[in-house]
C-alpha cells in the first residue's frame, strides 16, 4: 500500500480513538472542573461499562443490534448508579478534600477491578457490532462501525454540550464550578449538583466503553490506558475547559492511532507523555485553562 | 407585627474558633438596619450564618415567625433572602443574563412572573440591559456591583442583605446604589446593611447596630448618631 492511503488508514484509526478518548476525557475533565476532584477511578467506569455491555449483549439474544441498544442504555445506567453511591458513600464524607479523595478513588479503582475480576473472570471478552458492513475505499475498505463511533460520539459531546449552556441544570453545574458557596446562597443544590456531575462523568467514561467494546474485547485491566490518556487530555486542554479537552482528545488521539500504525504503541504512549510534560512547563495551565490571575 | 428577620442569640464558629458570640438583631419591614463595627468584628459572619453558610451552633433566625436557621442552606434563599456579598462573588465565567438567571430560578416562578421580575430589575439597573450577553467578569466594578444587587433582586426578597456594597466604587455609582436600596426600602423590603465606612451609612440607615467581637453592642436611631460622637469613636474609632 502507498504511504498516502497508508496514512488515510492510519488517520482513521486515530479518528477512532480520539472519538472515544474525547468521550472519556470529557467525564474526567466535568468531574475535575466542577467538583475539583481528580477521579483515579474514572479508568474503572469505563471497565465497568465494558464488562456490564458484554453481560448485557450475552443475555439479550437476536440480532447484536438488539443487545447492543440494550447496552447503551443499561451500562451507563448501572455506571451512573454506582458512581452516585461512590460519591455519596465516600467522597462526600471527605468533603471533597482534595488530597483525601485521591486515596479514596486509588481505593476505589481496586475495589471495582477486583470485583470484576472475581466475578467476570480474567478473560477478554468480546461483543459483536451492532452493525456489520464495510465501506469500500479505492484502497482498502474500512469497517463502517468504526465511522459510526465517530459519529456517535460527535453527537453526545454535543448533547453534553447544550446541556450545559443551553439547560438550567448546566447553568446550575457551571455556577457550582466557580463558586459553589455563592451557588449555595441562591439555592442551588450543590450537594446533589456534586453526586450528578460525579454520576455524569463515569457514564461518558461508560458510554465511550460500549462504544469500543465490538472493537476491543472487554478486559478488567482495559481501564489503564484511558485513565492515562484522559489525565493525558485534561492536562493539555487545560483543567476544566471542555473545548480544550476535546481538542486535546482529537490531537492526542489521532497522533496515538498514527504512531501506533506506523511505528508502536509504546512510542505514542512515550510521545504523549513528553508533550504534557512540555505543556506543564510552558503552559502550566493548559492550552485553554484559565491563568491564575 | 413581629419584625420582617429576627435573629436570637446566634452562635457561630470558624472550626474551633468562635466568630459570634450570642449576636442578636431585629430589621422590620420598609426599616434600614446597618451593622457598623471594626474589621473582624463579626458582622459579614453575622450575613452568612443567617444564609446558613456558616452554621449557626445556637440560636434562632426567624424570618417572618419562622425558624429557618435550622434548614439546609439552599433552602434560605427560597425563604425569600437576597444576598450580595461582600466583593460581589458573581460568577464571573457566566454572562450577565445567566447570572441574573440564577436570582430568577430561586423561586421556581413561572416563566411569565420571571420575565416581569427580570424587566423590573433591568429598569432599576438600565446598563445591565445593554451588557446581557457579555460575561460578568468583564463588567466594571460599579457595574459588577450593580448585577450583584439585581441578582439578589430577581428572587424578589423579603429581605435584602448587602455586605459593603459601595466598597471601593465611585461617587456617582455609591448614589446609584443608594437610591435602589432606598428604592427597595419604599416597597417594604427589609434591609439588612453591613458597612465600615461611616459616612456610607449615616445617609440611608434607619438604625445602626454597632458590633463589637462578635456581640451585638448598642443599638441607635441613625438620627441620633450625627450628635453622639462618643459610640462611633468606641465601635468605629473614628473622631467625625
Request: aromatic share 6%.
Amino acid at each position: 500500500m502507498d504511504f498516502g492511503p497508508y496514512l488515510l488508514l492510519a488517520s482513521l484509526e486515530g479518528a477512532v480513538g480520539a472519538a472515544v478518548l474525547a468521550l472519556t476525557a470529557l467525564g474526567l475533565s466535568l468531574v475535575f472542573g466542577v467538583m475539583r476532584i481528580v477521579n483515579v477511578a474514572h479508568g474503572e467506569f469505563y471497565m465497568l461499562g465494558a464488562v456490564i455491555a458484554w453481560w448485557v449483549t450475552s443475555m439479550v439474544g437476536g440480532h447484536p443490534a438488539l443487545g447492543f441498544v440494550a447496552a447503551m442504555v443499561v451500562s451507563p445506567l448501572i455506571v451512573g448508579i454506582a458512581a452516585a453511591a461512590a460519591e455519596r458513600l465516600v467522597l462526600r464524607r471527605l468533603d471533597y478534600d482534595p488530597e483525601a479523595t485521591i486515596v479514596a478513588t486509588i481505593g476505589l479503582l481496586y475495589v471495582i477491578q477486583q470485583l470484576a475480576l472475581s466475578t467476570y473472570g480474567a478473560d477478554a471478552r468480546p461483543v459483536a457490532a451492532p452493525i456489520d458492513f464495510r465501506v469500500q475505499f479505492p484502497w482498502f475498505g474500512y469497517s463502517g462501525y468504526k465511522l459510526c463511533v465517530i459519529g456517535a460520539s460527535a453527537v453526545m459531546m454535543l448533547a453534553v454540550w447544550l446541556v450545559l449552556t443551553h439547560t438550567r441544570v448546566g447553568l446550575m453545574m457551571r455556577a457550582t464550578q466557580h463558586d459553589p458557596e455563592t451557588a449555595r446562597a441562591f439555592a442551588i443544590p450543590v450537594d446533589r449538583v456534586y453526586a450528578g456531575v460525579f454520576a455524569i462523568g463515569a457514564m461518558l467514561a461508560a458510554l465511550g466503553a460500549v462504544l469500543i467494546v465490538p472493537i476491543q474485547q472487554a478486559h478488567y485491566l482495559m481501564g489503564h490506558d484511558p485513565l492515562l490518556l484522559s489525565f493525558i487530555v485534561v492536562i493539555i486542554g487545560g483543567l476544566g475547559s471542555l473545548r480544550g479537552t476535546v481538542l486535546a482528545a482529537v490531537i492526542i488521539g489521532m497522533s496515538d492511532g498514527i504512531i501506533s500504525v506506523f511505528f508502536s504503541p509504546t512510542l505514542a504512549k512515550i510521545l504523549a507523555t513528553l508533550l504534557v510534560a512540555f505543556v506543564l512547563v510552558w503552559r502550566p495551565a493548559g492550552l485553554f485553562g484559565a491563568r491564575p490571575a | 407585627m413581629t419584625a420582617m428577620l429576627k435573629v436570637e442569640g446566634l452562635d457561630a464558629f470558624y472550626g474551633k474558633v468562635q466568630v459570634l458570640h450570642g449576636l442578636s438583631l431585629e430589621v422590620d419591614r420598609g426599616e434600614i438596619l446597618c451593622l457598623l463595627g471594626r474589621n473582624g468584628a463579626g458582622k459579614t459572619t453575622a450575613l452568612k450564618a443567617i444564609m446558613g453558610l456558616v452554621p449557626p451552633r445556637a440560636g434562632a433566625v426567624m424570618l417572618d415567625g419562622v425558624d429557618i436557621s435550622l434548614l439546609p442552606p439552599e433552602d434560605i434563599a427560597k425563604e425569600g433572602i437576597g444576598y450580595v456579598p461582600q466583593g460581589r462573588r458573581l460568577f464571573a465565567e457566566l454572562t450577565v443574563a445567566e447570572n441574573l438567571e440564577i436570582g430568577l430560578m430561586v423561586r421556581g416562578a413561572p416563566r411569565r412572573a420571571r420575565g416581569r421580575v427580570l424587566e423590573r430589575v433591568l429598569d432599576l439597573f438600565p446598563v445591565l440591559a445593554e451588557r446581557l450577553h457579555q460575561r460578568s467578569g468583564t463588567l466594571s466594578g460599579g457595574e459588577q456591583q450593580m448585577l450583584a444587587i439585581g441578582r439578589a433582586l430577581c428572587l424578589e426578597p423579603a429581605v435584602l442583605m448587602l455586605d459593603e456594597p459601595t466598597e471601593g466604587l465611585m461617587p456617582a455609582m455609591i448614589q446609584r446604589i443608594r437610591e435602589v436600596v432606598l428604592a427597595m426600602r419604599a416597597e417594604g423590603v427589609a434591609v439588612l446593611l453591613v458597612e465600615q465606612r461611616v459616612e456610607a451609612v449615616l445617609p440611608v440607615a434607619d438604625r445602626v447596630l454597632f458590633v463589637e467581637n462578635g456581640r451585638s453592642r448598642d443599638c441607635v436611631a441613625a438620627s441620633d448618631l450625627g450628635e453622639d460622637h462618643a459610640l462611633l469613636h468606641r465601635y468605629v474609632g473614628v473622631g467625625a
